[in-house]
């Protein structure tokens, strides 16, 4: 009778153990599915936090580039009444605006165009997309030329090394293109006689013709 009981006492406890042991993994499964869910969702969250902030960015950089087009495009509205002599200050983001879709000359492909002004002369820096992926620097000097604003390339970096005059005109002449088309109405109108540098300003000085 005693062994009988014992017996069933050891099977009672067994069975306890067992239904104890199955709990417990099932709990521990329970919370890896609970926090994996949770990586998820937190993982989800920053990819679109961070699409979401990109896309601002870029909202934000194409309304300051349409804006400052926009700007230049005023001054270059002449209208029908036209002074015999004009003074044009082209600010820095006016004249960044003119290159924001990058320029391609036979040996570079520059995209990420940044045009800085200073007393001395443009400091271009830009991205070189083909035919290799490189930080570009490139010095010009504005000059007048044929009645027209043209960029004199001075200095061109590719990476950290210098490249002989020939590839530098190449350079210039995309530059160049770029200008003759956005100044198209002021040519049209007015013969340039002078440019001058300032901090974050290039003043265009011009006759009627």
Known sequence: MLTKRENQENEFYQEMDTRTHRRSCC??????????????VVGMAVFFLFRFLKQT??????STVITAKS?????????????PE????????????LFSNGIQSSILELHDITIQINELNLEILAQAKKPIRTPVQILARPVVNDDKIKLAVTNVKIGRLPIPGLMRSGLQNALNGVLDKNFQNLYENYRVTEIKLEKDEMIIFGKLK
């Not at 709990?27 to 949770?38: E, L, N, S, Y």
């Open 57 to 62: 960015n870029l909202s934000s950089q194409i």
């Open 86 to 97: 004009i003074q044009i200050p082209v600010s820095e983001e006016e004249l960044n605006s």
């Open 27 to 40: 709990t521990f499964q329970t919370m890896i599915i609970f926090f994996g869910i949770i990586f998820l």
């Open 71 to 83: 700007s230049l495009l005023g001054k270059l509205n002449f209208g029908q009444v036209k002074n």
